[in-house]
């Protein structure tokens, strides 16, 4: 079947085709990209991104990136969730104890905890840009359709492919060497950074923080690099030497060859290595000074490492004061740093999670006609609740609130006959008439 034909069978019809097909097709993003999807269905979509590249120089390779991945991912994985009940019709929301679209996430698979499988699953999402993890779901009985274990994949590997204009993804892919193993749409949950590349179909992975940053990276190893090379080639710091033997014989006439490998043997020896470390040379005469190298404080390596380390908290919306940035003054303590490091940079991934995690499994947990979904319990979270006993005290003088609004508030469970207000005894309305004390005249 032709593109034309198939078009048309998309719906387009032939004049809008036409009107398309006038422009320019190398000028014309929109006619690309429906010729690509419609004329190559099943195909593996490029990312043009090293995301192999991201993990070996990135968080194997860099010692600040590492660090901060790990500390999103790792805090990430601690959060627990919650299932929550929701009518459509009315919007009431029921959390539920013990619901089973739970556990899959507390119990992933026969090799992974929790812990290690969300870290895991975070941990790609904020390496790579994308997270891809397999469900595996029953296939009959009464339990038909929910999941019976999930496993992470290496999103490195895995390839989306496109399908069709109104389907634009048919599968995925996982390809490791000469194997490779093909996935469903509807088996697979998929959670990234947003992509705005929208071209041949690449918005469909996620941007990693580390391409926006490339250069910062580099930056960052380069420094590492010449950090270590000076410290393994710093040895003596430099030499003193007779010059009046130099300036009177001539500098080309004072060795000989073999001297001269005798002289280089001696210097490797004495001059070279760790344990010469700031060491100076002497000879005798008029001494002159040579100084063989630059210390890292003088190359300002150390304070370029700092500026390094802020540039990927940037990257990623942590406070660099949670990697032991002393140097950096924006918050008035540690407590402040932390609760930002959860709010900017930690429970949006979590809150991420729990939306896709939530609408891949609408119809696999659907109770009635209520649906059934999973939110992080902040209640866990020990950096917030100081916000939680400021609303408390908040909550207690919100008088025109019902209990079971305020509970709503909290993250609570309402309860039978809670629709009520308390109102407190020593307030009267504005207009109303003092009331007569009848003791006032004794």
């Given at each position: 079947m032709g593109l034309l034909a198939k078009l048309m069978l998309s719906g387009i019809k032939k004049k809008q085709f036409e009107a398309i097909a006038e422009v320019n097709p190398q000028d014309n993003k929109l006619f690309r990209q429906i010729a690509y999807f419609?004329?190559?269905?099943?195909?593996?979509?490029?990312?043009?991104?090293?995301?192999?590249?991201?993990?070996?120089?990135?968080?194997?390779y860099n010692d600040m990136v590492y660090s901060v991945i790990h500390y999103i991912a790792s805090k990430a994985a601690t959060v627990d969730f919650r299932a929550v009940a929701t009518d459509p019709r009315t919007g009431k929301k029921e959390i539920l104890d013990g619901h089973e679209i739970l556990a899959p996430i507390y119990s992933p698979n026969d090799y992974q905890g929790k812990l290690e499988f969300m870290e895991q699953l975070f941990g790609f999402k904020l390496i790579t840009g994308d997270s891809f993890t397999y469900q595996i779901r029953v296939e009959s009985g009464p339990l038909a359709g929910k999941i019976a274990q999930q496993h992470v994949l290496p999103s490195h590997f895995t390839d989306i492919n496109s399908g069709t204009q109104f389907e634009p993804i048919s599968h995925y892919t996982l390809r490791y060497g000469d194997r490779s193993i093909e996935y469903d749409r509807d088996e697979i949950l998929h959670i990234q950074y947003q992509n705005y590349k929208w071209d041949y179909g690449r918005e469909f992975y996620g941007l990693s923080p580390l391409h926006a940053g490339f250069l910062l990276l580099e930056k960052a190893n380069a420094n590492n690099e010449a950090a270590k090379s000076s410290f393994d080639n710093l040895g003596a710091l430099g030499l003193l030497y007779d010059k009046t033997e130099i300036t009177s014989r001539g500098a080309q006439d004072v060795l000989s060859e073999p001297q001269a490998d005798r002289m280089q043997y001696q210097l490797d020896k004495k001059v070279r290595g760790s344990k010469n470390k700031g060491r100076i040379l002497i000879q005798s005469g008029d001494f002159g000074y040579h100084q063989f190298g630059v210390s890292p404080a003088d190359l300002k390596l150390l304070e370029d490492k700092q500026a390094s380390l802020r540039d990927i908290c940037n990257l990623y919306h942590l406070p660099s004061e949670v990697m032991n940035d002393k140097a950096s003054s924006t918050y008035n303590n540690m407590k402040e740093a932390r609760k930002a490091a959860w709010t900017d940079a930690i429970l949006p991934h979590v809150y991420s999670f729990a939306q896709e995690y939530s609408r891949t499994n609408k119809r696999a947990y659907k109770e009635g006609n209520r649906i059934i979904s999973i939110e992080p319990d902040k209640s866990s979270i020990e950096e917030l609740q100081a916000d939680l006993q400021t609303m408390t005290q908040w909550l207690k003088d919100a008088h025109w609130l019902t209990d079971n609004q305020k509970l709503e508030i909290m993250g609570m469970e309402p309860y039978p006959g809670g629709d009520v207000r308390w109102k407190p005894s020593n307030l009267i309305p504005e207009d109303a008439e003092p009331l007569n004390d009848p003791n006032a005249n004794e």
């Open positions: 419609m004329g190559g269905k099943g195909q593996a979509i490029s990312t043009q991104e090293n995301k192999e590249g991201y993990i070996d120089r990135g968080y194997h």
